[in-house]
């Protein structure tokens, strides 16, 4: 589960890092390097830091793994990202032969994560309250040079037009970045779940409905509470689809 989150890290962070590959030569010997095999070698299951004593490595193991999905390449990704996403797409191939769920849900939550509040998009959840303080100032200011009669309903008024600059500004600020950064790492996400074929078409219709719902509802138009109840139907449509046989 650790692993698979630490992958997901490397996936959206691009952070190069070399991979362990064993492999065994045409006549037989055994290889452990950090290059890739050449073609037509046999690929074998790198030991586990436990299984090395001494400076000398355990002999690796055959590990068939299920064909990891092929999808055309992400002009967007730098070669370390589609080389993460890759590695990713294996461990979930291994997961799911293995009937690790944990696994599964571990890097669906890791990356709702990083996409909701990553980036310091975190510290925007304050924009309503900064528009309320705002405006509500404001009115205060303008109040005081009113009659008395009318200082009550100006300073209301400043207020409700608070709550609405607070809405616009979270719905622009926080929700639609989040909106399209969750989105574009689910679409990556869809072509490496570890199943080796692609998503049936309609559990691909029904998460692009889900992202269309959750579009909407990053409008300043709509409650701010629409939002984060979005989330939470992809969010679970989502993982629905990654525990799927």
Not at 40 to 54: M, R, W
Not at 179 to 185: G, M
Not at 207 to 212: F, M, P, S
């Given at each position: 589960?650790?692993?698979?989150?630490?992958?997901?890290?490397?996936?959206?962070?691009?952070?190069?890092?070399?991979?362990?590959?064993?492999?065994?030569?045409?006549?037989?010997?055994t290889?452990?390097?950090n290059?890739?095999?050449?073609?037509?070698?046999?690929?074998?299951?790198?030991?586990?830091?436990s299984?090395?004593?001494?400076?000398k490595a355990?002999?690796?193991?055959?590990s068939?793994?299920?064909?990891?999905s092929?999808?055309?390449?992400?002009?967007s990704?730098s070669?370390?990202?589609?080389?993460?996403w890759?590695?990713?797409?294996?461990?979930?191939?291994?997961?799911r032969?293995?009937?690790?769920?944990?696994?599964?849900?571990a890097?669906?939550?890791?990356?709702f994560d990083?996409?909701?509040?990553g980036?310091?998009?975190w510290?925007?959840?304050?924009?309503?309250?900064?528009?309320?303080?705002?405006?509500?100032?404001?009115?205060?200011?303008?109040a005081?040079?009113?009659?008395?009669?009318?200082?009550?309903?100006?300073?209301?008024?400043?207020?409700?037009a608070?709550?609405?600059?607070?809405?616009v500004?979270?719905?622009?600020?926080?929700?639609?970045?989040q909106?399209?950064?969750?989105?574009?790492n689910?679409?990556?996400?869809?072509?490496h779940?570890?199943?080796?074929?692609?998503?049936?078409?309609?559990?691909r219709?029904?998460?692009?409905?889900?992202?269309?719902?959750l579009?909407?509802?990053?409008s300043?138009?709509?409650?701010?509470?629409?939002?984060?109840?979005?989330?939470?139907?992809?969010?679970?449509?989502?993982?629905?689809?990654?525990?799927?046989?």
């Amino acid at each position: 589960m650790a692993l698979a989150a630490g992958l997901l890290a490397l996936a959206l962070l691009a952070q190069p890092t070399p991979r362990t590959h064993a492999w065994r030569d045409a006549a037989g010997r055994t290889h452990i390097t950090n290059t890739p095999p050449p073609p037509g070698a046999e690929v074998l299951k790198p030991p586990s830091a436990s299984g090395i004593e001494n400076g000398k490595a355990a002999p690796p193991e055959l590990s068939p793994l299920p064909p990891v999905s092929e999808a055309p390449p992400d002009p967007s990704l730098s070669p370390a990202q589609r080389e993460a996403w890759s590695a990713l797409d294996q461990h979930l191939a291994r997961a799911r032969s293995a009937g690790d769920q944990r696994t599964l849900d571990a890097t669906v939550g890791s990356l709702f994560d990083d996409s909701l509040w990553g980036r310091g998009l975190w510290a925007l959840g304050t924009a309503p309250i900064l528009g309320l303080a705002l405006m509500g100032l404001i009115g205060w200011w303008v109040a005081l040079g009113l009659r008395a009669p009318l200082r009550l309903p100006a300073l209301a008024g400043f207020l409700v037009a608070g709550l609405a600059l607070g809405q616009v500004l979270l719905a622009t600020f926080l929700y639609r970045p989040q909106a399209a950064h969750l989105r574009q790492n689910l679409q990556r996400l869809e072509v490496h779940t570890g199943l080796g074929r692609p998503l049936p078409a309609a559990e691909r219709l029904r998460l692009r409905q889900r992202y269309a719902d959750l579009e909407r509802a990053a409008s300043p138009a709509q409650p701010p509470w629409h939002f984060p109840g979005e989330v939470e139907r992809l969010r679970r449509d989502f993982l629905q689809v990654m525990v799927a046989p």
